[in-house]
T-cell receptor, first 116, second 106 residues
Framework: DSGVTQTPKHLITATGQRVTLRCSPRSGDLSVYWYQQSLDQGLQFLIQYYNGEERAKGNILERFSAQQFPDLHSELNLSSLELGDSALYFC???????????????FGAGSRLTVL | SQQGEEDPQALSIQEGENATMNCSYKTSINNLQWYRQNSGRGLVHLILIRSNEREKHSGRLRVTLDTSKKSSSLLITASRAADTASYFCATEQVTFGTGTRLTIIP
């Protein structure tokens, strides 16, 4: 158990639907990152939050949105789902260190989304 | 982009042999990390090397960093079946490439 909790583990839904993926970061971590991994692909960075504020944005589609709540958990909302959105969605957390510090990420087990 | 790119894309070796994979990046960095991903699982942090370090060891792992060539390598010595996984590098922007898929043949 990495300490990062993602729910649900598996989700099957239909095209056009909307889903919400949830992530609880490791205790003490302030940053949350979301990644998408399609079959046999690398990890596509979607978005990062730090202490409730959006910190960095990657290739996140307009149909997708995220937020980090005061208790630091985060949700990734995926709407108007398409077949191509089927993927593993990973959340990771870190305790960011300023200056030349490193953001070592702790990953959750992922949420596997299947869009039929 | 500070995304690291791993090479080769895939590598198969016999158990007991050493495995070497490489990472290249485009901009100056303060540190570089290597992660492992077992199939369908989340990534696990392996090792971090800072820009003022040239080599770092952790168990059977050896990482080198050449900032002049903007490249890093990960060496796994005396490979085991359990090392079968995908390996990713990441700079401090923690964006990832497509990884090196390592298969250890028993």
């Amino acid at each position: 158990d990495s300490g990062v909790t993602q729910t649900p583990k598996h989700l099957i839904t239909a095209t056009g639907q909307r889903v919400t993926l949830r992530c609880s970061p490791r205790s003490g971590d302030l940053s949350v990152y979301w990644y998408q991994q399609s079959l046999d692909q690398g990890l596509q960075f979607l978005i990062q939050y730090y202490n409730g504020e959006e910190r960095a944005k990657g290739n996140i589609l307009e149909r997708f949105s995220a937020q980090q709540f005061p208790d630091l958990h985060s949700e990734l909302n995926l709407s108007s789902l398409e077949l191509g959105d089927s993927a593993l969605y990973f959340c990771a957390s870190s305790f960011p260190r300023g200056g030349h510090g490193a953001n070592v990420l702790t990953f959750g087990a992922g949420s596997r989304l299947t869009v039929l | 982009s500070q995304q690291g790119e791993e090479d080769p894309q895939a590598l198969s070796i016999q158990e007991g042999e050493n495995a070497t994979m490489n990472c290249s990046y485009k901009t100056s960095i303060n540190n570089l990390q290597w992660y492992r991903q077992n199939s369908g699982r989340g990534l696990v942090h392996l090792i971090l090397i800072r820009s003022n370090e040239r080599e770092k060891h952790s168990g059977r792992l050896r990482v080198t960093l050449d900032t002049s060539k903007k490249s890093s390598s990960l060496l796994i010595t005396a490979s085991r079946a359990a090392d079968t996984a995908s390996y990713f590098c990441a700079t401090e922007q923690v964006t990832f490439g497509t990884g090196t898929r390592l298969t250890i043949i028993p």
